[in-house]
């Protein structure tokens, strides 16, 4: 059993930059996945960034290619979402979620999910 939460969000103007957390407790966290999704009001959820077991996979969505960067810290059992250039389009509540079965950038594949955090760009 994995428990995700994620902090960092907040309100930013346009262009500028915020690093979202995912914190986890529990045990095995190094061994599985972690993917970023966001959710805008109205909308699905759709697939942000995964990173791999060990960092050293990463794929982004093209709408955060070259913008966002997502990290992993093992021994603090933490992922990081850098996200740069922020776009009101941008704005959603942003979940992550731990151990896939099946595509990682697909939200069905993943078994552990936090409650979000909320990203808002004004223009």
């Known amino acids: 059993q994995v428990q995700l939460v994620e902090s960092g969000g907040g309100l930013v103007q346009a262009g500028g930059s915020l690093r979202l957390s995912c914190a986890a407790s529990?045990?095995?966290?190094?061994?599985?996945?972690v993917g970023w999704f966001r959710q805008a009001p109205g909308k699905e959820r759709e697939f942000v960034s995964f990173?791999?077991?060990?960092?050293?996979?990463?794929s982004y969505a093209d709408s955060g290619a070259g913008r966002f960067t997502i990290s992993r810290d093992n021994p603090k059992n933490t992922v990081y979402l850098q996200m740069t250039n922020l776009k009101p389009e941008d704005t959603a509540v942003y979940f992550c979620a731990a151990r896939v079965t099946g595509s990682p950038a697909q939200a069905s594949s993943y078994r552990y999910w936090g409650q979000g955090t909320q990203v808002t760009v004004s223009s």
């Open positions: 529990g045990d095995r966290f190094s061994s599985y996945t």
């Open positions: 990173i791999s077991l060990s960092g050293n996979r990463t």
